[in-house]
C-alpha cells in the first residue's frame, strides 16, 4: 500500500467525465520494444505517447465532449489566430509511477485554476476544473505504459488551449482548443544536483504592471529566449528578471525564486501579477511553513539581495518549477540599476556555492510525497491509474 495513499481518488462526477471521453485508437502505436528503449532514458519534450486528449470549443455551443485521438499534427489554417495573435495558455504537470504501480498526479486543481486566470486574461473560454481533470486523467489512462518507473522519473503532462478560428480580425477567437499531450520524462538532474549560475540584466524584462507576466502564456516565454542565449554565452545558466520599472527582483524565465536567510526565514516575491503563481513553489512554501521557518512573500530589491549575499545574511538561493522541481542557485551575477555606472557590475556566490540544507531537503521531501514514497499528510496527490 503506498504511504500516498492519504491522498485523493477521483470523485465520481469526475470517472463520469471521464467515462464520456470518445476514443479513438492509436492504429500505428509505438512498439513495445521502442517504447521500452525509450523510457529506459527518456528525454524531455522530444518523444510524446501514443494518444492525446482533446476537447473543442464553439462561442455558440460551449465545450464539447472529450475525445481521445491519435498523437499527431494538428491541422492549422494559414489564417489561424492563434499564429497571427498569439492567443495562447498551457500548462505543465506530471504523472508518477509509485512503487506499487499505481499512477499518480499532484495538485491538478490548482493547474486547471491557473489554466483558468491565464485564459480569462488572454480572452478564451474557461474550461471547467473537473474537465480539465478528467481530461488528464482519460489520457494517461490509455497511455499508462508511458509513465516510466525508472528513479526521479515521469510523465510530463501539457494541457494547452489556443484560437482555433481562421480569422484575421483583432478580437477573441469563436473557435478553440484545448488538449493534453504527454511526454515522458527522466531525471531533471541525470548526474546528481547541481547549483546554477544565474545573469541579472535590467536591460530586459519578462513582464510589467497589468500585463501577462502572471499567467502562463507562450509570450512570456518567447520573449525570455534572446535574454537567455544572451546570458549564455556570458556563461551563464539562467536570467533573472527584474520588475519593469527595475526596483523589485521577480523571477527566473521559467521558474519561481525562493532565498533563505541565515536566521531560517524563507522569502520570495509576491505574486502580484507579473510573477507566475507557481504550484511548486506554493508548496515548497507550506513546507517550510510546516517546519516552523517564517515565510515571507514580499518585494524585495536587486540591491538588498546582493547586498545580503555579500553579508552572510542570505544563505541558500535555489529557483523552483514543475521540470526541476528544485535548483540551487550557486552563482549570481549582474548589473546594479541603482549603482554609480562605475559600480554596478556585481558578481557574488551564495553560501558556498553549493546546494544548501534546507533547499535538498526541502526538494527530498517534495519529490518524496510526489513518488510516493512518504506521507502526503495535505492530500495533495490525486491516484489517476
Known sequence: ???????????????????????????????????EKELAAPRFGTVFTDHMARISWNRSTGWGHGRIEPYGPIPLDPATAVLHYAQ????????????????????????????NKSAARLALPE??????TAAVAALVRIDSDWVPSSPDSSLYLRPFMFASEPFLGVRAANNVEFLVIASPAGAYFAGGVHPVSIWVDGDYHRAAPGGTGGVKA?????????????????????????????DGVEELGGMNLIVVRKDGTVETPPTSGSILEGVTRASL??????????????????????????????????????????????????????APKGERKFDVTIGDGQPGPLTMSLREELTGIQYGLIPDRHNWMLRLV
Open 127 to 132: 474550461l471547467p476544473t473537473d474537465l480539465f
Open 88 to 115: 495562447e495558455v498551457f500548462e505543465g504537470l506530471k504523472a508518477y509511477r509509485h512503487p506499487d504501480g499505481t499512477i499518480w498526479t499532484f495538485r491538478p486543481g490548482r493547474n486547471a485554476r491557473r489554466l
Open 285 to 338: 512554501l507550506r513546507l517550510a511553513e510546516d517546519r516552523g521557518h517564517q515565510v515571507l512573500e514580499r518585494k524585495f530589491t536587486l540591491r538588498e539581495l546582493v547586498e545580503g549575499i555579500e553579508s552572510g545574511d542570505i544563505v541558500e538561493a535555489f529557483a523552483c518549477g514543475t521540470a526541476a522541481v528544485v535548483t540551487p542557485v550557486g552563482r549570481l551575477a549582474g548589473k546594479l540599476p541603482d
Open 1 to 35: 500500500m503506498p504511504l500516498s495513499i492519504r491522498g485523493n481518488t477521483l470523485p465520481e462526477s469526475q470517472e463520469r467525465l471521464v467515462a464520456q471521453f470518445s476514443v479513438g485508437h492509436n492504429a500505428h502505436p509505438v512498439s513495445d520494444e521502442a517504447r
Open 218 to 246: 507562450g509570450g512570456n516565454y518567447a520573449a525570455s529566449l534572446l535574454p537567455q542565449a544572451l546570458a549564455a554565452r556570458k556563461g551563464f545558466d539562467q536570467v533573472l528578471y527584474l520588475s519593469a520599472s527595475n
